[in-house]
């Protein structure tokens, strides 16, 4: 159906609609994706045993996470003991011997950033899009990479303090008076800019990924619905465009990906180590 003949009206969801439909969004997508992860960090665990102080990235389907290994006993989730043959194999005896609940172990605590991560990226996204098709016209080709490029780089920008933060309280327990203090002299010492340190190789991955992902999801959802004779998009199409188009962002993102993981990690090596000597020099 052409759209300029005169289709049916569309109804315009509401900026509140968008943050609501992107929380339950990414909590299910959290649901099933995070069960993948623990397995694939058991089965890491179990090859090469965790030492006390070693990094190790959790992922819970919307953002990855540095995590930090901290006991030496084996009462973490990561550090319990399997023997297991696989994936199916870990899945199995996980469920069997530690209760399904395990597979969503260390959830929780990623969640607090990766939720309000999700809705500011998908609602300024949205609004975006809707902006800039109001201004340069439904059919400028441009307006998704713009849009998705504008989004990733506010959602990044609002939570690397928090991911900071996180990564700080997980690999030790602090009060929040002493995490204040810790930010506090952070800020006295290196600035405000040392709250975003590890900005940079986030930026590095995402921001690639949401241009090509947004672009090719775009133009496949269009040439989909044309092909299918529909003036709005089915889940069906919804589906296949954002699978599609994710798969090929991934791949030609992934040495963006492996960049910015080994950042990650030296960047928390570096600052383990510092905190080391200036133990050391105050003995």
């Given amino acids: 159906m052409d759209p300029e003949a005169g289709g049916p009206q569309i109804i315009k969801v509401t900026p ?5 439909a992107s929380c339950t969004g990414a909590i299910l997508t959290s649901l099933m994706v995070t069960p993948l992860d623990v397995v694939k960090i058991r089965l890491q665990a179990q090859n090469s045993p965790f030492s006390k102080g070693k ?27 399997g023997c297991f043959q696989g994936t199916l194999d870990a899945f199995w005896k996980i ?31 949205d609004q975006l899009t809707a902006l800039l098709r109001s201004k340069l016209g439904e059919n400028e080709s441009h307006i998704p990479i713009v849009a998705g490029i504008v989004a990733r780089f506010g959602a990044v920008t609002v939570i690397s303090p928090l991911e900071l933060i996180r990564t700080k309280m997980q690999s030790k327990k602090f009060s929040y008076n002493e995490l204040h203090q810790y930010v506090s002299k952070r800020v006295s010492e290196d600035g405000w800019i040392s709250l975003w340190r590890g900005w940079a190789p986030t930026v590095l991955r995402d921001v690639p ?47 963006f990906d492996v960049v910015k993981t080994q950042k990650q990690t030296q960047l928390w090596m570096y600052e383990s180590h510092k905190r080391f000597c200036n133990a050391a020099l105050r003995n």
Wanted: aromatic residues 16%; charged residues 15%.
């Fill in 16 to 20: 509140l609609q968008q943050m609501l």
């Fill in 55 to 81: 990094c190790f990235v959790y992922s819970n389907g919307l953002m990855d996470h540095l995590c930090v290994c901290e006991e030496e006993g084996s009462r973490a989730w990561y550090k319990k003991p």
């Fill in 95 to 125: 469920i069997r011997n530690e209760g399904i609940k395990s597979l969503w172990s260390g959830l929780p605590p990623t969640l607090v950033m990766a939720v309000p991560a999700t809705v500011i990226y998908f609602t300024c996204y």
């Fill in 209 to 255: 990924f949401s241009a090509m992902y947004w672009y090719n999801y775009e133009v496949l959802k269009k040439w989909l619905c044309e092909k299918s004779g529909l003036y709005e998009p089915t889940f069906m199409i919804n589906f296949t465009s954002g699978a599609l188009s994710g798969s090929f962002a991934a791949v030609a993102t992934l040495p």
